[in-house]
């Protein structure tokens, strides 16, 4: 069983930056890779990063060279450092994990995860 916490959320200025972490439960999460997602009020879950358990990531588009997700394995923790953040960033943003480990992915689909956070919420003002 893996359990995921978020934080690092808050309410920040278009062009700042924030610093998300998933905490993650279980000596073997090093095995695991790692997606975040994010929901906007009134919009659809979306894929935002992806990290699998070599340390291979994947970007969303919108906010490749913006954001940067990484990991240290020695803390169990998922990282997702987003810098030049925009309004259109605002949302809930869960951290997930599959349900099995040494997933290659990048697996952008949220019906490919199994276990989720309780999400942290980022609001960016204009």
């Known amino acids: 069983q893996v359990q995921l916490v978020e934080s690092g959320g808050g309410l920040v200025q278009a062009g700042g930056s924030l610093r998300l972490s998933c905490a993650a439960s279980?000596?073997?999460?090093?095995?695991?890779?790692t997606a975040w997602f994010r929901q906007a009020p009134g919009k659809e879950r979306e894929f935002v990063a992806f990290?699998?358990?070599?340390?291979?990531?994947y970007t969303r588009g919108s906010v490749k060279g913006r954001f940067t997700i990484s990991r240290n394995n020695d803390k169990n923790t998922v990282y997702l450092q987003m810098n030049s953040l925009k309004p259109e960033d605002t949302g809930l943003y869960y951290c997930?994990?599959?349900?099995?480990?040494?997933?290659?992915?990048?697996?952008?689909?949220?019906?490919?995860?199994?276990?989720w956070g309780q999400g942290t919420q980022v609001t960016v003002s204009s």
């Open positions: 990290i699998n358990w070599s340390g291979s990531t």
């Open positions: 997930a994990a599959p349900g099995l480990p040494f997933t290659v992915g990048p697996s952008l689909r949220d019906d490919e995860y199994v276990y």
């Open positions: 279980g000596r073997a999460y090093s095995s695991y890779s």
